[in-house]
T-cell receptor
Framework: EDQVTQSPEALRLQEGESSSLNCSYTVSGLRGLFWYRQDPGKGPEFLFTLYSAGEEKEKERLKATLTKKESFLHITAPKPEDSATYLCAVQARSGGSNYKLTFGKGTLLTVNP | DSGVTQTPKHLITATGQRVTLRCSPRSGDLSVYWYQQSLDQGLQFLIQYYNGEERAKGNILERFSAQQFPDLHSELNLSSLELGDSALYFC?????????FGPGTRLTVL
């Protein structure tokens, strides 16, 4: 069974204080690893897809990286508007035409001004 | 705005009742997915449709059912509701591997 574990559960940073969120996964053949941002009461907002170990993607202050066992979401010089829950999800190649996402429980990031 | 729409935004109902949640996918997306998000379980996959046909089932209760219509919108039917069914229900759509989520329907069962 596919599993995703995110750590820490919660992270509090000062504005400008860089850090990383971790997502470790177990999947029977990775089709893709996805990062989403979710604000309270809203739907998850797509951030990145990573397909193979060594791949990196960047968007503004966020950078996602992937190894064979885990992914990191690096946040550089965060701002209060980066406060949200960050969700990691995997999609298994063995699912065939089943493209379901298996999500971790998320990391709640709070950035104080 | 992801382009995926869901109605209603909020739904309050009583135990034993039946409700229908509606989802319109992004233009051009043939796949629709339904997920349930509760505080203790996180986001859980329920069911996937592709161009009107059921493709995959996840942790969906027998009391729940879904369908996708010829215009590609989808409905999730929840019946014999229990207190534990209170949650956020999200629809997502995709043309390939990346899924884009709607704003969700918050269901409260009293």
């Amino acid at each position: 069974e596919d599993q995703v574990t995110q750590s820490p559960e919660a992270l509090r940073l000062q504005e400008g204080e860089s850090s990383s969120l971790n997502c470790s996964y177990t999947v029977s053949g990775l089709r893709g690893l996805f990062w989403y941002r979710q604000d309270p009461g809203k739907g998850p907002e797509f951030l990145f897809t990573l397909y193979s170990a060594g791949e990196e993607k960047e968007k503004e202050r966020l950078k996602a990286t992937l190894t064979k066992k885990e992914s990191f979401l690096h946040i550089t010089a965060p701002k209060p508007e980066d406060s949200a829950t960050y969700l990691c999800a995997v999609q298994a190649r063995s699912g065939g035409s089943n493209y379901k996402l298996t999500f971790g429980k998320g990391t709640l990031l709070t950035v104080n001004p | 705005d992801s382009g995926v729409t869901q109605t209603p935004k909020h739904l309050i109902t009583a135990t034993g009742q039946r409700v229908t949640l509606r989802c319109s996918p992004r233009s051009g997306d043939l796949s629709v997915y339904w997920y349930q998000q509760s505080l203790d379980q996180g986001l859980q996959f329920l069911i996937q449709y592709y161009n009107g046909e059921e493709r995959a089932k996840g942790n969906i209760l027998e009391r729940f059912s879904a369908q996708q219509f010829p215009d590609l919108h989808s409905e999730l039917n929840l019946s014999s509701l229990e207190l534990g069914d209170s949650a956020l229900y999200f629809c997502a759509s995709s043309v390939d591997t990346e899924q884009f989520f709607g704003p969700g329907t918050r269901l409260t069962v009293l």
